[in-house]
């Protein structure tokens, strides 16, 4: 069995359900647990600290396949080992299908499925979800640390923007790292994912200007934003065109002009990218975006340095991670200073 | 008895492919001739009468079935079987950019004029549909033999049919600007139910499946056919020790196959699935067909609850289902659902199902 995403805490072993299935099985159907998938969940049950409980996120899976948790059923009524599913709602009918009975708690109106122990209740079962936000937020900060490249001799002029920084954040290792990808994509598609539901959640929102739209493109214009959009639009469950316009930004390098010729885009454009440290590469799309007689109306970044209002942009940005809280000792400030 | 050479000519004419039963009426009774005169020791020389295929009237359906017939009836030919058609670049046009002329060439099914093969017919009718023929050379397991070998097998094969259907229909499945916003829902849907009745037809039926896709502004259509063993005969041959009783004609064997997994799996899944989103399946197995709509499949869910911890009563659930309609279905029956017989049944099964797409303005 190929390595799995899977996160450990003291108490519990977590993950999500749409990692498991997009490792077995590809984004073909990002949706759909399938056969691969559910061998994945029984290998986790039986060889990942099986004393513990786990604590499975079933957010993003809408179908499961005929007889895919089957093993995943048999090896935890052997094994007694308890199973706690979050945001199951949708594959509701299958839980008890495949896995049996339950017993079912909401939780900040969250459905929370609890198989196989008694002991879990409301109480533990918040502590989960709590500390399993907790250890996802410390996977993700602990390797967005990582990315950060100290320059040799002190502070240096950064690439895009008149910022003297005493190093850059390089996405590279969070992308070319096959788990670190799945679990940031798939936070960053989470975060799509919120944007877009948002009108059923307000629907008397005022703010037409920031009202998400069904209609839309993702759009990457840097060379680490494009594997990013990718994955975004293909574990998305909605309405997919993605546009790359490869080295528009940071570091302008357009390589195919042509590519930039005007043609008017009905759709609203979804920035996705890595860092925003000065906000440089965001003014370059929203300039793109705006020469196609669209706009952008959100970004879904790994992480930012300032505020979204600090950034004077009219969109939100959704950010997996303060990039100045992961690494508070680094220093951007303006070539003049 | 050997075989004679092939000296009668036995033209078939499968109408205008415009449905399941309209092959049915047209094909049937000289198919059945074909077997009369096989068993005798002729081998007749078939000639397929295309010439009432019309543009924009053949359903996906029809056509599927016509090729899983015709794929079947080839094994019992000398040479592939001519071809007789109207000359109609419109149809030809279709027929090629849904991949029938490929599918036919490949597995020498039947053979086209020269003048059709040799034309270019690339015409973009209608890039929404998709044929698919599924094939599994290889030994199909026994589920006695080792059940968890036998239960990997399925996995497997659901899977390759999956991969096939995502990458030759991927396009189907993706949402346009007045169509549903959560396409993955209808492509999971579509995916596992198709996959399942596949499997069903190589594992039960011992036959290669013909799948047909359509996607229309109203709603997705999924045609799975083969020319297998039939219900009838393959519940008999499961000895499944969940199977508690036995039909007695080729109908009742469609309704106990639709509800014989008490657990909600495999087809009984895929007609709940279709029923929940609106939708509708019809099934076909030699002379019996039966079309499953909301208020009928309700009415046989609930005979089958009241009969909960009993055996199953068949005679129950047959009379739920009501009397087999003769001549055209009235319009109640289409909104209810029916069965139907027909004097000659088409080897093998035929299920068809529709899921309706929900529209940008029922969202609001």
Same mark, same amino acid.
């Given at each position: 069995m190929r390595p799995l995403p899977v996160l450990r805490h003291d108490d519990f072993v977590y993950s999500r359900l749409k990692a498991l299935a997009w490792v077995t099985n590809g984004t073909g159907l990002p949706t759909l647990l399938q056969a691969n998938a559910g061998r994945a969940v029984a290998h986790i049950i039986e060889h990942d600290e099986p004393t513990k409980p786990l604590v499975l996120d079933c957010k993003g899976i809408g179908e499961v396949d005929d007889h895919a948790l089957e093993n995943a059923r048999t090896l935890l009524q052997n094994q007694q080992r308890p199973l706690v599913l979050l945001n199951a709602g949708a594959i509701d009918a299958s839980i008890k299908r495949e896995l049996g009975e339950y017993s079912l708690i909401l939780i900040g109106g969250m459905p929370v499925y609890i198989l196989?122990? %008694?002991?879990?209740d409301r109480g533990i079962a918040s502590r989960f979800i709590q500390q399993a936000k907790e250890i996802v937020d410390a996977y993700v900060a602990t390797h967005v640390k990582e990315c950060f490249q100290k320059y040799e001799g002190g502070r240096q002029r950064m690439a895009s923007t008149p910022l003297l920084a005493s190093g850059v954040f390089d996405a590279r290792p969070l992308i070319s790292d096959p788990l670190k990808f799945v679990w940031i994509s798939l936070l960053m598609a989470d975060g799509l994912e919120d944007f877009l539901d948002r009108p059923l959640e307000q629907p008397q929102s005022a703010d037409e200007a920031n009202k998400p739209t069904r209609h839309f493109r993702l759009l990457a214009v840097s060379l680490r934003g494009s594997p990013l959009a990718a994955a975004v639009g293909l574990l998305s469950g909605r309405h997919k065109t993605i546009e790359i316009v490869d080295h528009m930004g940071p570091k302008y390098k357009i390589l195919e002009e042509p590519s930039l010729r005007s043609t008017a885009v009905e759709e609203d454009y979804i920035y996705v990218g890595d860092f925003v440290i000065g906000g440089t590469e965001l003014r370059i799309a929203q300039a793109y975006a705006r020469s196609k007689g669209s706009r952008i109306k959100h970004a879904v970044v790994i992480g930012r340095m300032l505020e979204t209002a600090e950034y004077n942009l009219d969109f939100d940005i959704t950010s997996l991670v303060n990039l100045h809280e992961c690494s508070p000792n680094e220093r951007f400030v303006f070539l003049d200073y | 008895m050997s075989a004679t050479a092939e000296k009668t000519i036995l033209p078939i004419n499968v109408g205008p492919l415009n449905g399941l039963g309209s092959l049915c009426f047209h094909a049937a009774k000289t198919l059945s001739h074909f077997s009369d005169l096989y068993r005798e020791g002729h081998v007749p020389k078939v000639v397929w009468d295309l010439r009432n295929v019309q543009p924009r009237h053949m359903s996906m359906a029809g056509l599927t079935a016509f090729l899983a017939t015709a794929y079947r009836l080839r094994k019992f030919t000398t040479n592939a079987p001519s071809v007789q058609v109207s000359w109609n670049p419109q149809v030809f046009s279709f027929w090629e950019d849904i991949s029938l002329f490929r599918i036919v060439s490949e597995h020498d099914i039947f053979r086209w004029p020269d003048a059709v093969t040799g034309g270019s017919w690339f015409g973009d009718t209608n890039p929404n549909t998709e044929l698919l023929m599924f094939e599994y050379k290889e030994h199909v397991p026994d589920r006695s033999d080792n059940l968890d070998y036998w239960k990997t097998w399925k996995d497997t094969v659901r899977q390759k049919f999956k991969d096939l259907l995502l990458l030759r229909c991927g396009r189907l499945f993706e949402s346009t600007w007045?169509?549903? %916003?959560?396409p993955e829902k209808l492509k999971d849907q579509v995916a596992v139910a198709s996959a399942e009745l596949v499997v069903n037809s190589i594992l039960w039926g011992g036959s290669a499946a013909f799948v047909g896709l359509q996607r229309t502004s109203n709603g997705i259509t999924v045609a799975v056919c083969d020319s297998g063993h039939g219900f009838f005969h393959s519940l008999y041959a499961q000895?499944?020790?969940?199977?508690k009783v036995y039909p007695q004609n080729n109908l009742e064997a469609l309704v106990i196959g639709s509800l014989i997994n008490t657990r909600e799996y495999g087809l009984r899944r895929v007609i709940n699935t279709v029923i929940q989103n609106g939708g509708k399946v019809l099934m076909s197995s030699y002379d019996s067909e039966l079309h499953w709509k909301e208020p009928l499949w309700m009415r046989i869910q609930q005979a089958t609850i009241e009969t909960e911890g009993r055996p199953v009563d068949l005679g129950m659930l047959t009379q739920t289902i009501g009397s087999p309609v003769t001549g055209s279905p009235t319009d109640e029956d289409r909104r209810d659902g029916f069965c139907r017989l027909w004097n000659y049944g088409l080897r093998g099964v035929r299920i068809a199902f529709e899921i309706p797409l929900r529209r940008e303005e029922q969202f609001r």
């Open positions: 196989g122990d %008694d002991t879990i | 007045r169509s549903i %916003d959560f000895e499944s020790s969940k199977q």
